[in-house]
């Protein structure tokens, strides 16, 4: 049986869904496309831009309904920067509910209409190059199954809170994140909970908390530094 997501308007006017399977929103209520904007965006994605002279290779916990994608790939036309984003999605939403989100309306982005379609229905591990700039590869598996090739220097961690998944901020799971990292890779979440703050210690990061989006007082923003021993 296909589960049905709640369609609601989040307080800057961006919709989000709740989780039928998980009973949780998919972006804070207080302004989905403020936190998009706030902890994946600018504190993830235009760090990478000013720090990393490479290509940016993105990996997504959570494709969700595509709204970081979406954004992401709009800076990456905007500052003609390559973005290689990689996203990973165990409960894909519909496309026929995907139609119904209002991004392209409320980012005035009609000329990504098609852009975003494609995403939506993107078959699972096939890159895709979206625009000259934009390539995108949605893996259609959960996260504990994943077992890239590559390594990627910029993670959007956006998965349900701890709450809801403890499983996907656990010790193990940091330590599996940060194997799949290239050195100085920037990791951002929404999530700033002591717990996972401790595992992303553990893991090897190094941390650098930040002021939320709108109804979160910190999110957070770590670093990988590999430390070398000079013989
Ligand atoms: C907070 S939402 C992601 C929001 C999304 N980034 C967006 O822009 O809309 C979390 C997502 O993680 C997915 N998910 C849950 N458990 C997962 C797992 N074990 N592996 C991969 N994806 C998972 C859910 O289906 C959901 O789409």
Redesign the pocket.
């Known amino acids: 049986m296909i589960k049905h997501n709640e369609l609601i308007t989040s307080d800057d006017g961006s919709h989000t869904l709740i989780?039928e399977q998980f009973g949780v929103s998919?972006?804070s209520t207080h302004g989905a496309l403020q936190e998009?904007i706030t902890v994946f965006l600018a504190a993830g994605l235009h760090y990478a831009r000013h720090n990393f002279l490479s290509e940016i290779k993105v990996l997504?916990?959570?494709?969700?309904?595509?709204?970081?994608?979406l954004l992401t790939l709009m800076e990456a036309e905007k500052y003609r920067r390559v973005v290689r984003y990689s996203t990973?999605?165990?409960?894909p939403i519909t496309e026929i509910q995907a139609d119904t989100l209002n991004y392209i309306d409320i980012l005035n982005s009609p000329q990504h209409a098609e852009h975003f379609k494609t995403m939506h229905a993107a078959k699972s591990d096939q890159r895709v190059e979206l625009t000259k700039y934009f390539s995108f590869n949605k893996h259609l598996?959960?996260?504990?199954d994943f077992h890239p090739v590559g390594k990627y220097n910029l993670v959007?961690y956006?998965?349900?809170a701890p709450t809801t998944?403890p499983e996907?901020w656990d010790d193990a799971m940091m330590k599996r994140i940060y194997d799949l990292l290239e050195d100085q890779a920037v990791f951002v979440s929404y999530c700033a909970k002591g717990s996972f703050k401790r595992a992303l210690k553990a893991a090897g990061f190094i941390l650098e908390p930040l002021p939320g989006p709108p109804g979160k007082r910190e999110m957070t923003r770590a670093i990988k530094k590999v430390v070398r021993s000079i013989d």
Do not use: P, R
Not at 88 to 91: I, K, M, N, P
């Open positions: 989780s998919y972006h998009s997504e916990m959570g494709f969700g309904t595509g709204l970081n994608a990973l999605e165990a409960y598996t959960k996260i504990e959007y956006d998965a349900f998944q996907l």
